[in-house]
């Protein structure tokens, strides 16, 4: 920031947002200096609450002219540290929650058009009610909000039928960093009319500008859905199953997850009296549904599970019978993750490969972990169908007690998703978290190309700095390659 006086800053934001759009009071800005899970901390001399898009304008020319970092803030929900500012003076934090009005629904264009501030959760609501489907979903999405999940391009479970946020959004309005308006917030399903600017935006954790709002594509709802717990012998088996499956009722599928032996351990001790059929052995969670309220839908998940099993990749299966059963079916799926909180300190990986590369990733993390760190116990699952799992590590009480353990694990794992030809992070993102593993992982090329957008977008780096991209580099004059 420069010289001038934070009075003066406050000021000049005041007249933009009012009294009731800044938190100037310690307790009050408390939730926002600190991530999810307490693991990054930082510093904001106000968090700012602009409830336009003029607003958010307004305020981030303000920034610009005092040479004020901004940490634009969703729902908080990330696990990177992206929303959490740096432990460093001279910065505010921009919170959308205010800005959380749909503007338009329209059942003809399928197109919802909401501001950035929306809790994803809520926009479901309102797509449920006009009888459309927002697939987007994820177990956050209570607190996410929408502009948050675009930041990050969250999937979540039906990723494999829809897509993630960048297949779901077709249009954006961002302020960028001098406070000029990007409006590409278009409903079109095709546009060929130069580059494609939303999807630069799209997963870049809020450093190369605020998103306001967003335009995003509906679905006919499902009227039909069916949930099946299979036995598989690993994670050779799921794959092959989830071949078949996908071969054989691929319009239907719109979840397949896998849950190791050990995740549904780990779950099952957590949630000891779960509906879940099968014990001590890997399994895979499919999920099945239509619009269509004739299709057979429950005849075809079970004949094409009967093949399965005849084949051989299948050990056994349990179709839900009602919609409760299903619902219990993804508890165990979720109380993967809850239940590893429960089980001890872990180190998480949340990667992708290509979904060939599954089963040879996995069992070179079981090795890798049973050599080099003994007790150690992998907890592995997530959404195979798109390539991309949990791949997280329970650590023993003397490695809990390691500093130096979780940086070990986390190389030994993503040094055998580079050797799979995956990426080190398909769910959370690189935030502050991840930045040291971005560069080691990616080419100086691909680096290179990032850090020049930035620095064309954001030359004076004030827009969420410390995040995806080095400090050194994002700064004119300061490249690293
Ligand atoms: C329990 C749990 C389960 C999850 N499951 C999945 C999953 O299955 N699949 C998956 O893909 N992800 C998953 N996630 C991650 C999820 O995608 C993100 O947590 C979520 O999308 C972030 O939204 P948020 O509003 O909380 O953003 P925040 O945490 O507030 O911010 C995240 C990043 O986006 C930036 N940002 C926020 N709002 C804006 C804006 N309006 N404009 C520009 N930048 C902005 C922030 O600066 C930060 O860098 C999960 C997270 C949790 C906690």
Redesign the pocket.
């Known amino acids: 920031m420069s010289s001038t006086p934070t009075s003066e800053l406050i000021a000049r934001l005041t007249g933009v947002v009012g009294d009731a759009g800044l938190i100037l009071d310690a307790p009050g800005k408390a939730p926002f200096l600190r ?2 899970r307490d693991v990054f901390h930082g510093q904001a001399v106000a968090v700012v609450r602009p409830k336009s898009t003029a607003e958010v304008a307004g305020v981030v020319r303000i920034c610009a002219e005092f040479g004020v970092v901004i ?10 540290g ?2 959490t500012p740096l432990d460093a003076p001279g910065q505010i934090v921009l919170a ?1 929650d205010r800005m959380n009005r749909v503007r338009d629904l329209d059942i003809v264009d399928n197109v919802l058009v909401a501001e ?2 929306c809790v ?1 959760q809520s926009l479901q609501v309102a797509a449920e009610e006009a009888g459309r489907l927002l697939p987007l979903s ?3 999405e209570g ?15 039906n ?1 494999l039928r829809y897509g ?1 946020a960048r297949q779901l959004v077709l249009g954006l309005e ?1 302020v960028l960093p001098d406070g000029a308006v990007l409006d590409r917030l278009r409903r079109l399903r095709k546009d060929n009319a130069g580059y494609d600017l939303k999807q630069m ?1 799209i997963g ?4 190369l ?4 709002a967003v335009s995003l594509r509906l679905f006919p709802r499902p009227v039909q859905t069916q949930a099946a717990v299979v036995a598989v012998g690993g994670p050779e088996a799921a794959v092959e199953l989830y071949v078949r499956l996908n071969a054989e009722m691929g319009e239907f599928l719109s979840s397949f997850e896998l849950i190791s032996a050990a995740a549904c351990k780990v779950s099952l001790d957590h949630l000891p009296d779960a509906n879940w059929p099968f014990r001590g052995g890997w399994s895979v969670l499919v999920e099945v549904a239509t619009s269509s309220p004739e299709v057979p839908l429950a005849d075809i998940l079970e004949a094409a599970l009967g093949r399965a099993l005849e084949h051989g990749c299948a050990e056994d299966a349990v179709i839900a019978q009602t919609l409760a059963q299903g619902q219990g079916f993804w508890r165990v799926r979720e109380g993967a ?1 809850e239940g590893e909180r429960a089980a001890g300190k872990s180190v998480k990986h ?1 990667v992708s490969t290509p979904i060939s590369r599954i089963p040879a990733l996995i069992r070179a993390v079981e090795a890798g972990l049973a050599e080099r760190f003994p007790g150690a116990r992998p907890n592995i699952f997530g ?1 195979v169908g798109d390539g ?1 799992m949990h791949v997280n590590v329970i650590l023993s009480p003397a490695q809990a007690n390691d500093p130096q353990a979780p940086e070990r694990i986390n190389r030994l794992v993503h040094d055998l998703i580079a050797a799979e030809g995956g990426s080190i992070t ?4 690189v ?1 502050q978290y991840r930045i040291a593993d971005l560069y080691r992982y990616t080419s100086p090329v691909d680096m290179g190309v990032m850090e020049q957008l930035k620095r064309m977008l954001d030359p004076a780096g004030l827009m ?1 700095p410390g ?1 995806v991209i080095s400090s050194a580099a994002a700064v004119d004059g300061g490249a690293t390659h």
């Open positions: 991530d999810w940490t634009p803030h969703g729902g908080g929900t990330g696990l990177a992206g929303a959308l950035a501030g994803l994820f177990a956050a607190s996410a909000q929408i502009g948050g999940a675009i930041a990050t391009n969250a999937g979540g479970v990723v993630s961002v935006f870049s954790e809020g450093t500008g605020i998103i306001t993750s949340d959404h991309n398909a769910e959370h993102g935030g969420n995040k």
